[in-house]
């Protein structure tokens, strides 16, 4: 399968654990993104990379959360001291950016429930 | 602030029908307006993309129109399949600084069932 993958699918944690979730774009994508939906709401955008550098972050992306992506190919999200209302879905995306107008490809998602 | 709305909520037709689905949008700079289906429990997969000058795109039963004078689009599918129910999501892109494109906006989609 080439298209981008995710890992873990699903994770269940207890409230004030740390985890972390792992992307892996589409290969020769230079951009990644992280989004996050919840339960009848459409995605939200966490933050994105351009190659190796995390060019954005959203409020949404509390100092809780950090993203990284250190070799400018897979990335990882983690979450440190879960709190109830960090249970969502936890998409990823691609697109290989030149100009114009250019795709993102997305990812199955991690779909977080934090007990 | 930029928003996209969608409707209905959702929706449900019998397999063979036809339907549209209705997205209005106050995203601006707008670059260009998305369509993705997203099946329960995995990640959105596009439809269309179109741009500011393009008012009707299709992919197989799927058309969609926009009308960005009034900042409306919407989403026909023809002869609708089981295949066909899962969540029709509106997504905007409004132009950064640089004049890229990478901020979505997404609408809350649309719940389609296609019933037999």
């Known amino acids: 399968d080439t298209g981008v993958s995710q890992d873990p699918r699903h994770k269940i944690t207890k409230r004030g654990q740390n985890v972390t979730f792992r992307c892996d774009p589409i290969?020769?994508?230079?951009?990644l993104y992280w989004y996050r939906q919840t339960l009848g709401q459409g995605p939200e955008f966490l933050t994105y990379?351009?190659?190796?550098?995390?060019?954005?972050k959203s409020r949404l992306l509390s100092d809780r959360f950090s993203a990284e992506r250190p070799k400018g190919s897979f990335s990882t999200l983690e979450i440190q001291r879960t709190e109830q209302g960090d249970s969502a879905m936890y998409l990823c995306?691609?697109?290989?950016?030149?100009?114009?107008?250019?795709?993102?490809?997305f990812g199955p998602g991690t779909r977080l429930t934090v007990t | 602030k930029n928003q996209v709305e969608q409707s209905p909520q959702s929706l449900i037709i019998l397999e063979g029908k036809n339907c549209t689905l209705q997205?209005?949008?106050?995203?601006?700079?707008?670059?260009?307006l998305r369509w993705y289906k997203q099946d329960t429990g995995r990640g959105p997969v596009s439809l269309t993309i179109?741009?500011?000058?393009?008012n009707t795109k299709s992919n197989g039963r799927y058309t969609a129109t926009l009308d960005a004078d009034t900042k409306q689009s919407s989403l026909h599918i023809t002869a609708s399949q089981l295949s066909d129910s899962a969540s029709y999501i509106c997504?905007?892109?409004?132009?950064?600084?640089?004049?890229?494109?990478?901020?979505?906006?997404f609408g809350k989609g649309t719940l389609l069932t296609v019933n037999p």
């Open positions: 997205c209005n949008y106050t995203v601006s700079p707008f670059s260009n």
């Open positions: 990379f351009q190659n190796e550098a995390q060019l954005e």
């Open positions: 179109m741009t500011f000058s393009e």
């Open positions: 290969s020769e994508h230079n951009r």
């Open positions: 995306a691609s697109s290989f950016v030149t100009s114009g107008i250019y795709e993102q490809y």
């Open positions: 997504v905007v892109s409004a132009k950064g600084p640089t004049g890229s494109n990478y901020k979505l906006t």
